[in-house]
């Protein structure tokens, strides 16, 4: 018959020549074997006439389309074929998991099935396929204040893909297999925008609006798990008596308190969500989630932390279902409020700055090691052995700043004056150091310190450290203004200098700010280094306090009621 025969077009040619019969990648559809299935099975048309010639693709269940159609080398995790005379097709070397199969004949009749193989079967027989008449997936799209946005859309399983007509806001995706259900995706191309999940659509449904939504007009009462989280400055808590504006709050979650299965995302915690107690949401970043261990750290931005209070609460809200992923390090650590780099070391992106300044690190030997928060840095002590250098640039340069990290001090550290977090050059040369943040004499005794423009030194010592191998917070602050330079020990104050002169930043020199050392890896630390960040601004005391309060180990700030 007819229209039972394929005559395939050049395009659907190119497409099978550079994808047919290749093997699937356990690590692309989840499988964890590296053992391949034989997947057989037939196609017929209503009748039950034989669908000879018909295009035959294998997908995992949770691939989606490319934008833009590529003759370039297929996706391993793809495998097309074609019927044969009598219908049959045989898709060898399949690796285990979950996949939509469709048969299509390109003239307008298709059939669709789930498929799953297991490791322990040497060949799946599925049920025959009944190509039935096509038809369309119709909807259309807003966008909040009526915007304008290019949104593709896409089937999770199908080589399916469409864009939303600008003018009309309208979709339309052509040759859907019936008597399915299928979930469509679509994704803005602008990050002010949430990608948008639809479950449930069969092949010829015209679809109510679909409300695209931005992080601040998601409704968290559609999130089905909820927790008040108080954050107590009184004295049963962090002890602190003033108001703390535009505070990154450390939350952690832990397996005692959360059940990590609850969240929709439990792998990477993309559902969580936090709100103020009036509704407003506040943005945050993950720094970690293992939920094997049953361990998270997120710092969330809150735009005021009461002091003595024990009453002000935030919403913790999670598993909802398909919850795109807002994290993000730049809303946080907003450059608009004075933070000019903040470097978390976590596990998955240990060298990444996570403000918009992209103040990256580069390593050269450090190892990763436990954090006070999550992930940290360990550095050898062994001059040119480890460090961490950032690459020099204005904003590395306050003319005003704190500087803070937390740090472990090894044992044995047997360079004077060895360096957390330093910037300009070493005292061997010309130049000097202009700040850092130090072990001093000893290995118990840690320091800040300067060197303004009229080549002066300005020092402030600690007390010796009562166990300098516990993790300790370190601050530095300079405020050029007041001409007052202070150092704080785990949130208090050690000491403080007098200084009326600028910073000396030799302009003239590209002195990289580094990490574990000094300029060129001299004067090396034996120590463990967490959470350094580097502020145009002026941290108060309460500030610092407060930073010290909710990271250390056994903060009562943040509690759960």
Avoid at 540 to 554: I, P
Wanted: proline letters at 5%.
């Amino acid at each position: 018959m007819s229209n039972k025969n394929l005559a395939i077009s050049l395009w659907s040619f190119l497409l099978l020549v550079g994808s047919c019969s290749l093997q699937v990648s356990s690590t692309d559809n989840g499988g964890s074997s590296s053992e391949v299935v034989a997947v057989r099975g037939q196609a017929v048309y209503e009748d039950g006439s034989a669908a000879a010639n018909a295009v035959v693709r294998l997908r995992p269940a949770s691939y989606l389309a490319p934008s833009i159609i590529s003759l370039g080398k297929a996706s391993v995790s793809i495998i097309n074929s074609m019927t044969d005379e009598s219908g049959h097709f045989a898709l060898d070397s399949v690796s285990p998991g979950e996949y939509i199969l469709e048969v299509n004949n390109l003239l307008g009749q298709a059939a669709v099935q789930s498929c799953t193989t297991d490791a322990k079967q040497a060949a799946k027989v599925l049920d025959p396929a009944v190509l039935a008449p096509t038809s369309p997936i119709i909807g259309t799209v807003a966008l909040p204040n009526n915007a304008i946005d290019d949104i593709s859309v896409k089937v999770y399983g199908l080589e399916r893909s469409t864009h939303v007509d600008p003018a009309t806001k309208s979709f339309i995706l052509n040759d859907i297999p019936p008597g399915y259900s299928y979930t469509l995706r679509l994704e803005p191309r602008s990050a002010v925008y949430a990608p948008k999940i639809v479950e449930l659509v069969s092949a010829g449904d015209t679809l109510d609006t679909i409300h695209i939504e931005t992080f601040d007009s998601e409704d968290y009462g559609s999130w089905p798990f909820s927790k008040k989280l108080y954050i107590n400055t009184s004295s049963t808590g962090a002890s602190v008596a003033e108001n703390v504006i535009h505070f990154p709050l450390l939350i952690s979650i832990a397996k005692n308190q959360y059940n990590f299965a609850d969240f929709s995302d439990p792998a990477n915690g993309t559902d969580i969500r936090f709100s103020k107690a009036d509704g407003t949401h506040l943005h945050y970043e993950i720094e970690s989630w293992d939920s094997g261990a049953g361990y998270a750290a997120i710092w969330v931005a809150v735009d005021t932390v009461y002091g003595n209070s024990a009453t002000q609460n935030i919403t913790l809200h999670w598993g909802k279902k398909y919850a795109p992923d807002w994290s993000g390090g730049a809303t946080v650590f907003d450059t608009a409020q004075g933070f000019a780099g903040v470097w978390h070391f976590a596990p998955l992106h240990p060298f990444t700055d996570a403000t918009s300044n992209n103040n990256n690190a580069i390593d050269s030997g450090s190892s990763a090691f436990q954090g006070i928060i999550g992930g940290a840095r360990f550095f050898s002590g062994v001059n040119g052995g480890s460090f961490m250098k950032v690459p020099d640039n204005a904003t590395l340069e306050p003319r005003c700043f704190s500087l803070s990290c937390w740090v472990q001090i090894a044992d044995a550290n047997s360079n004077s004056f060895a360096k957390f977090v330093n910037k300009g050059k070493p005292g061997d040369s010309a130049d000097f150091p202009s700040y850092s943040l130090e072990i001093r004499n000893q290995s118990d005794i840690v320091g800040f310190q300067i060197e303004s423009s009229d080549r002066t030194f300005h020092t402030v010592e600690s007390a010796p450290l009562s166990n300098p191998q516990t993790w300790h917070f370190l601050t530095g602050t300079f405020d050029l203004d007041s001409g007052i330079g202070i150092f704080y020990v785990d949130g208090q104050s050690a000491g403080s200098f007098t200084c009326v002169n600028p910073i000396q930043y030799y302009p003239e020199q590209q002195y990289a700010l580094y990490f574990g050392s000094q300029y060129g890896g001299t004067a090396a630390v034996r120590a463990a280094i967490d959470e350094i960040r580097l502020h145009r601004t002026i941290n108060s005391a309460a500030w610092v306090k407060l930073s010290y309060e909710n990271q250390r180990t056994g903060s009562r700030l943040v509690q759960v009621q």
